[in-house]
């Protein structure tokens, strides 16, 4: 007695587990774009022969909630100092506004930020501040290591 050589397989599971990994596939990469930031670093992209004192606006995020706005130049001179409070509600939002705006309008050729984070600062007041940079014309927003 022969065996058939005849041999089906059943194509239909596999295809519907393709169509499951490939939709996977699909909505993790919309939302891995999503999350992504579009900032440079601040430092150490400039070669040494451009301006020597190129000042800088540093926003510290202080332990106790506190912002230490402060503008310095390369060699670490400080120029501008002063303290705000930080937080989401509408109110600190436009003060925090009318404190860069001041900066900038005080210091025209500043157009590079760096925010100095605590270890304990919320990630919303860090995106908050970027976003008041960026509205201030402030082009160049770095991130400090902690």
């Given at each position: 007695m022969k065996k058939s050589l005849d041999f089906e397989i059943n194509l239909l599971p596999v295809i519907s587990l393709l169509a499951v990994c490939i939709s996977f596939l699909l909505l993790t990469t919309v939302w891995i774009h999503l999350?992504?930031?579009?900032?440079?670093?601040?430092?150490?992209?400039?070669?040494?022969?451009?301006?020597?004192?190129?000042?800088?606006?540093?926003?510290?995020?202080?332990?106790?909630?506190?912002?230490?706005?402060?503008?310095?130049?390369?060699?670490?001179?400080?120029?501008?100092?002063?303290?705000?409070?930080?937080?989401?509600?509408?109110?600190?939002?436009?003060q925090l506004r009318a404190q860069i705006a001041k900066v900038t309008e005080e210091f025209a050729q500043l157009n590079s930020t760096i925010l100095r984070p605590h270890a304990q600062t919320p990630y919303?007041?860090?995106?908050?501040?970027?976003?008041?940079?960026?509205?201030?014309?402030?082009k160049e927003i770095g991130i400090a290591p902690l």
């Open positions: 999350a992504s930031l579009d900032i440079t670093q601040a430092h150490g992209t400039e070669s040494s022969s451009e301006e020597e004192n190129k000042k800088n606006l540093w926003i510290t995020f202080e332990s106790s909630g506190q912002l230490l706005f402060e503008v310095k130049d390369q060699s670490g001179k400080s120029f501008f100092k002063e303290t705000s409070r930080s937080g989401q509600d509408k109110k600190t939002r436009d919303e007041n860090i995106i908050l501040l970027m976003d008041l940079a960026r509205e201030s014309q402030l």
